[in-house]
């Protein structure tokens, strides 16, 4: 059984071994995408100390609001890092950093209440930064070449724990959902969810509004049973990448709905689903490449 398990586990992890170009390439947008779309966090300074209750862990032990100099340089920090992540100087220790600087950052909005769903954005470099992000494209792979080391092989198994811990986090947004009456068919919670932010005049989708004149109990019921499934099934596919990466596939399109209806972007989980989906990426580069014209330099075989 133990034997089984490793050759499962290892036929995974060469599974989502990804290419180190488009490891690369997702590294310099993941970077891109921090310094051009910072999230701001000096709404805090602004806030009185008996607003704040840290949430237990790292942060715990704050008293206090943090001052605006320090959210200030918090943030300058995170942009440096981004840079340095871009370029691909100390990639491993910089994505670590990244990830610590960017949860710091989370934590302290978190210690007002504002709890949202973007943590799995922000454990993106710990993963891939183990699985060679910095391999190619990058000062590091630079420097290896100037000392005639060979560059870095990608590796799949960080990709496979990745995958363990999105499938997690999506098990743990069903699992209060199911404790909460979803399953009850007497009930429509998603229903419930929409009216309630209407009467709130809380942001929401284009479709919002429309969707609530939907009258039918067994399509709303069929609305809480695809959620529970596609958030908390996710997991038990991790093992079989192809139906995992057709899950992700169908997760997007719920998040795509979730938007329309709920005013919920997700459109940072773009970057947290992008490595599953490398090999299609890359099949399609190499048709692309394939059919491309031979130039002048390039002879033309019959």
Known sequence: MIAFLERTVARAADSYRTDGRFLAALRIAYGAWIILLPVDITWIAGLPDDFLHPRAGILGFIDSVPPLGLLIALSIIRVVLA?????GIATLPVSLLLTLTMMIAAGLSYSFSKVDHFILFELVPVFLGFAGWGSRWSIDAYLRGRRNRP???TQGLPVLLFAFTIGW???SAAAPKIAGGWLDPARDATRGYLAKDIAADDKLGILGPWMLTFDNHLFWKALDYSTLAAEGLLIFLVLTPLLFRCWLALLACFHLA???T???????YTLVYAVFFAPVVMWVVRKLVARRPPTRSQPVHA
């Open 258 to 260: 979730v938007y329309l």
């Open 169 to 171: 986090g999506m098990l």
């Open 151 to 153: 560059l870095r092989q």
């Open 262 to 268: 709920l005013g919920i972007s997700f459109i940072d």
């Open 83 to 87: 840079v340095l992540l871009m370029i």
